[in-house]
């Protein structure tokens, strides 16, 4: 069992940026391919950006590639995502996966709120 611990949402303006983080306990971190989702109102989960397990590659959806960054620090046994130059429409629930392929696990979810 894996226990995920989202933080570091909150309100921000157009052009702002938050850094979100994911704490993970319970397993050995650095087994589990990590990654970021997000679900707006009324709207399915869907993928962000996902980091392997070793950091050396990541991989963005389209629409915040560029403006988001995905890293991890295996000894912290914690996933962040840096958003820079937030967008209204990046206002979701972002929430903290963990893939170890015959198992996933998500956390609770973090609130970023993005204003005009």
């Known amino acids: 069992q894996v226990q995920l611990v989202e933080s570091g949402g909150g309100l921000v303006q157009a052009g702002g940026s938050l850094r979100l983080s994911c704490v993970a306990s319970?397993?050995?971190?650095?087994?589990?391919?990590m990654a970021w989702y997000r679900q707006a109102p009324g709207k399915e989960r869907v993928y962000v950006a996902a980091?392997?397990?070793?950091?050396?590659?990541?991989y963005y959806a389209d629409s915040v590639k560029g403006r988001f960054t995905i890293s991890r620090d295996n000894a912290k046994n914690t996933v962040y995502l840096q958003m820079n130059s937030l967008k209204p429409e990046d206002t979701a629930i972002y929430y903290c996966?963990?893939?170890?392929?015959?198992?996933?696990?998500w956390g609770q979810g973090t609130q970023v709120t993005v204003s005009s």
């Open positions: 996966n963990a893939d170890g392929g015959s198992e996933a696990y």
């Open positions: 319970g397993h050995t971190f650095n087994n589990f391919h």
């Open positions: 980091v392997s397990w070793s950091g050396g590659n990541t």
